[in-house]
């Protein structure tokens, strides 16, 4: 924390640092004089700067803008509707990471609610799920430990089945890009995404209804559609 603090500050020395607690995180927030002038400061554990007071238009109490998920960019929205499966989507927030607006996700489920920070593009900035340590069940919204590690990976025989339903943030980039595309802004429902293999290559299998019909992609890792099964 000291490090981040003087990566920031060239005066640290005299800096007076605080925590608070939000949503179950530490934050430390630390004010330091540097000629003549009072700099506020606020990191999360890992160092990142949440709020700097130099900055335009960054402020010491951050999330203040709620929305409405049909406000958001089509690329955000398709992240976090295929993030949130069958989970109830709750607060919408505006939210600062590395110094850029990011939409901070909250998800209803039983137990502890959990959050993801999704930017413009779609993309999971930070995931909350991950830091505790928790593998999410997309289409239950169960949270159950992640499966302990196995020396080596079982060898499938044939007519045996490895799938497993895949989130969005497990998907290289390009897959990613071409799932928002092909879903649009409308609204969708039931994303199931498998991981297969054909002649030594691997690709996805998508799955999700959208305006009441029932759409399957299968997509290269590459993000190029491949045509379906004859």
């Not at 995180?25 to 400061?41: C, D, F, N, S, T």
């Not at 943030?169 to 649009?184: F, H, M, N, S, Y």
Request: glycine letters at 8%; hydrophobic letters at 30%.
């Amino acid at each position: 924390m000291q490090n981040a603090i003087k990566a920031e500050v060239k005066d640290s020395e005299n800096a007076v640092v605080h925590s608070t607690m939000k949503d179950g995180r530490p934050i430390y927030h630390a004010e330091i004089v540097e000629a003549g002038k009072k700099i506020k400061l606020s990191l999360a554990e890992d160092g990142v700067i949440l709020s700097d007071s130099r900055k335009e238009g960054m402020t010491a109490k951050l999330g203040l803008k709620k929305l409405a998920l049909g406000e958001l960019p089509p690329a955000a929205q398709n992240t976090i509707r295929s993030e949130a499966g069958t989970r109830e989507i709750g607060a919408i927030k505006t939210d600062e990471q590395n110094g850029k607006m990011v939409y901070k996700v909250e998800f209803k489920q039983a137990g502890k609610n959990s959050h993801v920070w999704v930017a413009d593009d779609g993309s999971i900035v930070r995931d909350d799920r991950q830091a505790r340590g928790t593998v999410m069940r997309e289409k239950s919204g169960a949270e159950t430990p992640p499966a302990p590690p196995t020396p080596t990976a079982p060898i499938p025989t044939l007519g045996t089945r490895t799938e497993r339903n895949l989130a969005l943030t497990e998907l290289p980039k390009p897959v990613q890009d071409t799932i928002a595309q092909e879903q649009g802004s409308a609204p969708v429902k039931g994303t199931v995404i498998n991981k297969k293999m054909k002649d030594g290559k691997t690709y996805y299998e998508v799955k999700f209804e959208k305006e009441g019909r029932d759409t399957k992609l299968r997509i290269g890792e590459d993000g190029a559609l491949l045509p379906e099964k004859k």
